[in-house]
T-cell receptor
Framework: AQSVTQPDIHITVSEGASLELRCNYSYGATPYLFWYVQSPGQGLQLLLKYFSGDTLVQGIKGFEAEFKRSQSSFNLRKPSVHWSDAAEYFCAVAANQAGTALIFGKGTTLSVSS | NAGVTQTPKFQVLKTGQSMTLQCAQDMNHEYMSWYRQDPGMGLRLIHYSVGAGITDQGEVPNGYNVSRSTTEDFPLRLLSAAPSQTSVYFC???????????FGEGSRLTVL
């Protein structure tokens, strides 16, 4: 069965600094990988996804993520963080694009300091 | 464009009571699912459905029942509520071409 690990529970970065959120997955075949963001009191919104092809994927709000098969990782990055990026971020993995459950990591809370 | 609608948004139950969380989507998505979110635990899959008449268990199905009689609706039933079921519940449907999940706004349930 697939699983997802987000090693960092809470990260604080200064506004304007770069950001990297870590995600490691466990799955025997090529996974389908996702990053979602949740603002306080809200549902989750998709930031980006990887199915195949180019291992560097671009998402909304200036985020990008890189799939590294050798490291079983799918880390999320942003060159310059804005105060509005403070939220909880979830990495998720699925065994295929449709028809199978999506499994989430436990999340990383991002705080942005001024 | 309503998307995924969950009701109620808030509910307080006593131990042993039953209730149903409603979920409806207007995007004609075949795949729907229920998650619970607890502090430090992320989202855990309770049940999911790949189409009308088909349901399956997720990671934490005990204490919950689901049915899928129509494409639009996917209710979650708590037969005998327990304090351990205090949580925020999210319903989601999936766009088949992109795999993107669309979430409802959540239902906060407290069991006393």
């Amino acid at each position: 069965a697939q699983s997802v690990t987000q090693p960092d529970i809470h990260i604080t970065v200064s506004e304007g600094a770069s950001l990297e959120l870590r995600c490691n997955y466990s799955y025997g075949a090529t996974p389908y990988l996702f990053w979602y963001v949740q603002s306080p009191g809200q549902g989750l919104q998709l930031l980006l996804k990887y199915f195949s092809g180019d291992t560097l994927v671009q998402g909304i709000k200036g985020f990008e993520a890189e799939f590294k098969r050798s490291q079983s990782s799918f880390n999320l990055r942003k060159p310059s963080v804005h105060w509005s990026d403070a939220a909880e971020y979830f990495c998720a993995v699925a065994a295929n694009q449709a028809g199978t459950a999506l499994i989430f990591g436990k999340g990383t809370t991002l705080s942005v300091s001024s | 464009n309503a998307g995924v609608t969950q009701t109620p948004k808030f509910q307080v139950l006593k131990t042993g009571q039953s209730m149903t969380l409603q979920c409806a989507q207007d995007m004609n998505h075949e795949y729907m699912s229920w998650y619970r979110q607890d502090p430090g635990m992320g989202l855990r899959l309770i049940h999911y459905s790949v189409g009308a008449g088909i349901t399956d268990q997720g990671e934490v199905p005990n204490g919950y029942n689901v049915s899928r009689s129509t494409t639009e609706d996917f209710p979650l039933r708590l037969l005998s509520a327990a304090p351990s079921q205090t949580s925020v519940y999210f319903c989601a449907s999936r766009q088949p071409n992109t795999g993107e999940l669309f979430f409802g706004e959540g239902s906060r349930l407290t069991v006393l």
